[in-house]
């Protein structure tokens, strides 16, 4: 497993933009596939966006593909959320994970390294 700290959330306007940081600890970090997932008040747990340990594949969630970018940088234990565009409806606890799976999909369950989150609020 890997240890994860996240940075970077905050209050924004609609229409605005914020990119979190998930800082990673763990010789392992390398070989994980990297995901946020968020959680609004009241409701489940949701995947967000994923990417493979080489960067070389990543899938975003319906409601965020063309505004978010996930990326990371192996060289500095970093994974990052560039969140563009942002609404509403994006206010949520943002969570980064950590999978040691070659393939966990965007089941919170396959994730087994988790931060404590940053809190994203979008005001209208």
């Known amino acids: 497993q890997v240890q994860l700290v996240e940075s970077g959330g905050g209050l924004v306007q609609a229409g605005g933009s914020l990119r979190l940081s998930c800082a990673a600890s763990?010789?392992?970090?390398?070989?994980?596939?990297m995901g946020w997932f968020r959680q609004a008040l009241g409701k489940d747990r949701e995947f967000v966006a994923s990417?493979?340990?080489?960067?070389?594949?990543?899938y975003y969630a319906d409601s965020v593909k063309g505004r978010f970018t996930i990326s990371r940088d192996n060289a500095k234990n970093m994974v990052y959320l560039q969140m563009n565009s942002l609404k509403p409806e994006d206010t949520a606890v943002y969570y980064c994970?950590?999978?040691?799976?070659?393939?966990?999909?965007?089941?919170?369950?396959?994730?087994?390294?988790w931060g404590q989150g940053t809190q994203v609020t979008v005001s209208s």
């Open positions: 994970a950590g999978s040691s799976s070659w393939y966990p999909g965007r089941q919170a369950a396959n994730f087994g390294s």
């Open positions: 990417i493979t340990s080489s960067g070389g594949s990543i």
């Open positions: 763990g010789r392992t970090f390398s070989r994980n596939v």
